[in-house]
């Protein structure tokens, strides 16, 4: 573990004098250093709390971003409950019954509330929580650019919408990435956030029972593939079984790091549009980057950082709009 966190840190020593800067916007660093200058320490430390009580929050934290920042942009709406007109993002098929992490964000801000009123956004919890996740499982650090405001509305359609499903192909995910302003490169560096975290059979199902075709760049000598399918489906055997987990790594679940592109060539993704990046690339373009990601855990750190900072950008609110939210899951009276 400790060299993990060496090679974390070696990693954002990099980052940080040539990503950061890029992605910033109206966004800056150190936004709360003079309204709040505890904000980002009280984020750090309850997030860890959360982590080691139940070590599935790093991921369901990091998830929290990506449901957020691809609906409307990062605002906040994805924390919002049914409440008047607004219809909750909750409530949507990507996040029923599946998104997680709502109770730590609550706690934070409840924190946040008393030592600072109305002053940290919900938008900015939800920016350094997934941050302060992924480099608690082992993965780098990063400056984040703060000062984004909450939003006042949710979009259950756009939930439905443009967040893509464990299903879509090659061609769908390029599509929704680019909806958003991320290229290719940003798809497969965030794809590895899918190196933490866990998945239910309902998810997975249609790649368990797809037929036996290529999916590996190997000759399965020892039907490495066929087994990994095999236990897979004694897991998810009926309808009763849709809510077990797997988990999205089976190399090293617990660790931020490069074994789920590994594991991709292998032919041991877990969900289709995991596996869709090396085998429906018929390009070569995604799976160069695939296997530079596997055999280069660093560069895999660095571009997933930049990405993260791109994705963190888009459509944020600033200034006077939005606003900033006394408890996330309502907007102010």
């Known amino acids: 573990m400790e060299m993990k966190l060496w090679v974390s840190l070696i990693v954002v020593s990099a980052i940080t004098t040539t990503a950061l800067g890029d992605f910033g916007g109206a966004l800056v660093k150190g936004f709360y250093k003079e309204s709040c200058p505890l904000a980002e320490e009280i984020v750090k430390h309850n997030v860890e709390v959360a982590v080691l009580k139940d070590p599935r929050m790093a991921a369901s934290l990091l998830r929290l971003q990506f449901h957020d920042c691809f609906v409307l942009g990062c605002d906040a709406s994805v924390l919002l409950d049914t409440h008047g007109d607004i219809l909750s993002e909750k409530q949507a098929t990507p996040n029923v019954n599946s998104l997680r992490g709502f109770e730590v964000i609550d706690y934070i801000k409840y924190l946040l509330e008393e030592a600072c009123p109305l002053t940290v956004s919900c938008s900015d919890i939800i920016t350094m929580a997934a941050r302060d996740s992924v480099f608690l499982r082992g993965g780098p650090w990063w400056e984040v650019y703060l000062g984004r405001r909450d939003s006042i509305k949710a979009s259950f359609a756009g939930a439905n919408q443009y967040i893509p499903a464990p299903n879509t192909s090659l061609e769908g995910l390029i599509i929704n990435f680019k909806q958003q302003g991320l290229d290719i490169q940003d798809l497969i560096a965030l794809s590895g956030a899918h190196t933490i975290g866990n998945a239910r059979c309902v998810s997975f199902k249609q790649r368990i029972n797809q037929p036996n075709m290529l999916q590996t760049f190997y000759v399965d000598e020892f039907k490495r593939h066929s087994t990994f399918r095999r236990i897979l489906r004694s897991q998810c055997k009926d309808s009763s079984r849709d809510n077990e987990l797997s988990p999205l790594d089976i ?81 102010n009276i």
């Open 251 to 331: 190399q090293t679940p617990a660790y931020f790091d490069n074994h789920y592109y590994i594991n991709l060539l292998k032919g041991r993704g877990l969900l289709i549009s995991d596996n869709v990046l090396v085998s429906e690339d018929h390009e070569g373009e995604v799976f160069r980057k695939v296997w530079e990601y596997a055999v280069n855990q660093e560069l895999f750190f660095l571009d997933f950082v930049e990405s993260m900072l791109k994705m963190a950008n888009i459509n944020v609110l600033t200034g006077i709009e939005g606003e900033i939210r006394e408890s996330c899951r309502f907007v």
